[in-house]
């Protein structure tokens, strides 16, 4: 199973109307970070249990679903979580 697939999976609790997973590791070839053998990632995810929340919250929620994920497979995530249009 690719990274990618690992996190969508892990994402899955959330119950996602919206997922994008891209693995943006080639772009930091060099960084320190990159040197661990972890991956960059960018995620934009919308999903009605991100209603009521802050942008903050949302990022928590996101954080908690990837968990273990966090210290085997990312070095970095960015996230853009959003509420899906009613």
């Known amino acids: 199973m690719t990274r990618i697939e690992l996190i969508q999976q892990a994402l899955a ?3 996602p109307t919206l997922l994008e997973v891209v ?3 080639a772009r930091h070839v060099g960084h320190a970070g990159a040197a661990t053998g972890l991956g960059h990632f960018n995620v ?3 999903a009605k249990a991100f209603a009521g929340l802050s942008p903050v919250a949302r990022h928590k929620l996101v954080y908690q679903a990837l968990g273990s994920l ?3 497979d990312i070095h ?4 853009q979580a959003r509420v899906p249009a009613v």
Request: hydrophobic fraction near 50%; avoid cysteine; aromatic fraction near 0%.
């Open 44 to 46: 934009l995810i919308g």
């Open 70 to 72: 966090l210290e085997t």
């Open 23 to 25: 693995d943006d590791s």
């Open 13 to 15: 609790v959330l119950e």
């Open 76 to 79: 970095a995530v960015g996230i």
